[in-house]
Every structure is written in structure tokens, then in C-alpha cells.
């Protein structure tokens, strides 16, 4: 009977038919062990010479890294390993010979591996990654809709920037001169929830910034949302609660791909509300105190979010930033009209930033004065202030940065690890 690997559970002691890809193989003598992997799981096949015919005997010798093969065989436990299964193989398959595979198994720099991205996807740490991407998007769905927040896709082309021309990638665009692709959906998810309420879009966004960093891609998916009737605490709660729902449902689905990333979830498990809070204010105060000489007025560089994080086991929320250093649309604190009602959430362990987001103007007057002052164009955003014009209210949202949190999560080092196929200033390949 064909089986996928994850299934093994069920079929201890009867024999099955598995199939994959040959990842490694060790012999020793009339035993021979081979790796395998059939996207669902890691399996060890034991095949003993005379278990098996002489036939397949030779192709188990024959077989290459990453041939495509069937094995079939009995499942049992693994002797020493809870929760790990082994075949004892019967049969056993060559369905494609692969020829010398250019990966090896031993350390290749990073520019080999990024050229062969379509192989590596195949590595145990990408396996893992891509695995738990999923079940982040999947923890992201969930608790969204468990808010009441359903999902409303916004353009990919748009006409006009959303915060300033210089990071957007221009496109042809018929008799009507140049598109932008998108950096954020949020001027448009404002406008659906004064339809719906509460609603969220999940896409990719594209910023032309010259970041080389370990936290920058110039092709990232982002998810934005947006809720009518929220004030800066309902958003800074969604915001928690969302990281500490993505957490758990990690911990709870990714066992076996956080073992591979030899993930420390013990650090994770931490993860839970409150999360620790300081004002802007306070973070300069902080990280002046602990040697950054960061200015008031200027934007947090890696260095101070690594001082904001060291002593949190949770994600660290930084609120309420000077007016002039954050976009036109930003809720003015009326407390103190140089404030601004919006939260940066840092993540912990050198995760750096994972949200953005803030209570947004609901006076259209401010808004066009704000709009002015930043030398937009209003008309370029008239359609946006309608939404103030007719039946304006309070309303907040965010942005998450997908990679960000899978970064984090994964405990990956650089984000280009952490999508599919990377995009960054240097690459654009495969
Ligand atoms: P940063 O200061 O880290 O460059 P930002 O302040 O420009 O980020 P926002 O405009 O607030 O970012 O975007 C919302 C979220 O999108 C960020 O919190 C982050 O998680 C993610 N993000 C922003 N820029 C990038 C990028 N170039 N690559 C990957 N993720 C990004
Ligand atoms: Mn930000």
C-alpha cells in the first residue's frame, strides 16, 4: 500500500510502499541505510542484503543522491527515538537515476547555494522553513478570522506611493505611464472596512530600498491589517495576541521541523502576553543609558533593538515615535501633538522588527494638512481622504512582515533563507 511517510503512526508492523528521493546512504558491509525523503517526513530505510533479491540488492548499491525511488518495506519504531519510524525494506526501486548531483553533502558557500536554489529547497533546513512558513500563514489566517477579521485582497499595481516614490519599482502601464508595484495594501484595506469592519490582506510587496541586510528583501509578503473602531490599545492587543497565536500554533504543528532547525524552543514556549512596552521616549532614554548614542528624532538601528530585546523573553512593542520622523496618515496623540499613536514590535533574540502599525487620522483636515506638509500631492490621494468624508471613525491596523516572522521563528540568521526564491538587489535568479 502506498503511503506518505507522516503516516507511519497508523502502520506499525505492516508493510508499505513509500516514495521520494534518495537523500543519503551509508553501507556497511551487508547492511546498507538510506536516508530518505518524501516531503512529508525524514524516514531511515534499512535494507540487509539478504532480505532482498539480488536485483534489487544492485540497485540499492547503484542508487545516487537524490534519485527518485520506491521502497517498500515494514514499518517499525525506532528503537531509541520517540515518535521517529524506520522501514525494514523488502523492496526497493530505482524510478529515476539521477545523475552527479551538484550539491554535496558537506558546506557550500552561500552564493553556490542561492544559484541552486531549486536543489537546496530540498535540504533539510529548507524542508523545515518552507514547512513552517506555512504553518505561520496558517497560525495568521486563523487568528485573524477568530478576531472577525476576513481577507480582502488589495492591487499589486497602484498608482501612487503609499509613503514616498523613492523605494517603489515602476512599471510600463499601457496609455497611462507608470505603475508602482505595491510596498502595502493599507490605504486600501482603510477603505474596505468601512464595508466590512475588519479585514486583512496577505500578498507580496515590493520596496526598491538599497538595504543590504540580513532583514531586507526587495520582494517580501506582507500581511496588513485593518479594523474600523479601533484605538491604539485594541491595536496594540491584536498585535499580541496574533504573535503569541503564531507561537503556539508553531510549537504545537512544527515539532519535527523545529528539531530540525535545532530551533531552542524553549524560548518560544516564553513567548506570551504582556509583551514588554517602552514609549519612543523612553527607548532613547534606555538606549543612551546603555551606550547607543542614538538622538531623539532618529529611527532605531539594528544594534539599539538588540539593547531594547536583551533582557525580554517576549516581543517588545516601542510606541508612540515624533510626528516627523513617520508618514502623513499616523493618528496625532493628542496628549502631545509631536507624538504619534503607532507601535514598531521587535522581536526578541535578534529578530528585529516584525510589525509595524498605528492608529490612522480620522479628521480629514489634519490629513490634507499632513499631506501638504509632506509635499504629496493631494490629488493623488482624494480617493483616500473620501474614506474621512464619509462617515470617517477611528479605526487602526498593522503591517507584519512574513519573512520577518519566519526569521525569527526559524531561528535563521538571514531573511533570504527564509522565502521560496529570494529577491534582493543582487539576485534575481533562479
Ligand atoms: P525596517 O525599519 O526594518 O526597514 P520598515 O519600518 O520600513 O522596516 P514597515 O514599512 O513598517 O517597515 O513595514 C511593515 C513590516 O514589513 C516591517 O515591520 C517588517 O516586518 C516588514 N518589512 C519591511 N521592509 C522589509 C523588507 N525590505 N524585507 C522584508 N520585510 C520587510
Ligand atoms: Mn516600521
Known amino acids: 500500500m502506498y503511503i506518505l511517510s507522516k503516516d507511519f503512526p497508523d502502520h506499525v508492523g505492516t508493510e508499505v510502499t513509500i516514495k521520494g528521493w534518495l537523500y543519503n546512504k551509508r553501507s556497511s558491509g551487508p547492511i546498507a541505510f538510506l536516508e530518505m525523503r518524501d516531503g512529508f517526513s525524514w524516514t531511515q530505510a534499512v535494507v540487509a542484503k539478504a532480505g532482498v533479491t539480488t536485483e534489487v540488492w544492485v540497485d540499492v548499491e547503484k542508487v545516487t543522491h537524490e534519485s527518485a525511488v520506491e521502497v517498500t518495506g515494514t514499518v517499525s519504531k525506532h528503537l531509541k527515538k520517540a515518535g521517529v519510524f ?23 558557500g552561500p552564493d553556490f ?5 531549486h536543489l537546496w529547497l530540498r535540504s533539510k533546513r529548507q524542508w523545515a522553513i518552507l514547512r513552517l512558513r506555512d504553518a505561520i500563514i496558517t497560525g495568521i489566517n486563523q487568528y485573524l478570522h477568530q478576531e472577525d477579521f476576513i481577507k480582502v485582497d488589495s492591487p499589486i499595481f497602484t498608482p501612487n506611493a503609499c ?3 523613492s523605494t517603489l519599482f515602476a512599471v510600463p502601464y499601457f496609455d497611462l505611464g507608470s505603475a508602482y508595484l505595491s510596498q ?9 472596512i468601512a464595508s466590512i469592519g475588519r479585514c486583512y490582506d496577505f500578498g507580496p510587496v515590493f520596496r526598491a530600498e538599497k538595504s543590504k541586510t540580513k532583514r531586507h528583501l526587495t520582494e517580501f509578503w506582507m500581511m496588513d491589517a ?70 531623539f528624532g532618529e529611527d532605531l538601528g539594528n544594534d539599539d533593538e538588540g539593547i531594547l530585546t536583551k533582557d525580554s523573553d517576549v516581543p517588545v ?16 496623540d493628542p496628549s502631545n501633538p509631536e507624538r504619534v499613536f503607532n507601535d514598531d514590535l521587535i522581536a526578541p533574540e535578534n529578530g528585529g522588527e516584525i510589525i509595524g502599525g498605528s492608529q490612522r487620522e480620522e479628521d480629514v483636515n489634519v490629513l490634507i494638512n499632513r499631506i501638504k506638509a509632506e509635499g504629496l500631492n493631494q490629488a493623488d490621494y482624494e480617493w483616500y481622504l473620501d474614506i474621512r468624508r464619509y462617515g470617517s471613525v477611528p479605526h487602526s491596523g498593522f503591517g507584519l512582515g512574513l519573512e520577518r516572522v519566519v526569521r525569527w521563528i526559524s531561528g535563521t540568521e538571514h531573511i533570504r533563507e527564509c522565502i521560496p526564491f529570494p529577491r534582493t538587489i543582487g539576485r534575481l535568479r533562479p
Open 226 to 295: 485593518e479594523a474600523a473602531f479601533f484605538e491604539h490599545e485594541d491595536n496594540l492587543r491584536v498585535q499580541e495576541g496574533l504573535i503569541r497565536y503564531i507561537v503556539r500554533y508553531c510549537l504545537e504543528h512544527c515539532q519535527e521541523e523545529l528539531a530540525a532547525l535545532e530551533r531552542n524552543i524553549e524560548n518560544l514556549k516564553k513567548v506570551d502576553a504582556p509583551f514588554t512596552r517602552y514609549t519612543y521616549e523612553a527607548a532613547i532614554k534606555k538606549l543612551n543609558e546603555n551606550g547607543s548614542d542614538i538622538k
Open 163 to 165: 509613503e514616498g516614490t
Open 113 to 117: 547555494l542561492l544559484e541552486n536554489r
Open 184 to 192: 502595502s495594501g493599507q490605504l486600501y484595506i482603510e477603505a474596505a
Open 317 to 332: 512593542f516601542i510606541e508612540k515615535w515624533p510626528k516627523s520622523i513617520k508618514p502623513f496618515y499616523m493618528k496625532t
Open 86 to 108: 524506520e522501514l525494514q525494506v523488502t523492496n526497493f526501486k530505482i524510478l529515476q537515476l539521477a545523475e552527479d548531483y551538484p550539491i554535496a553533502l558537506k558546506d557550500h
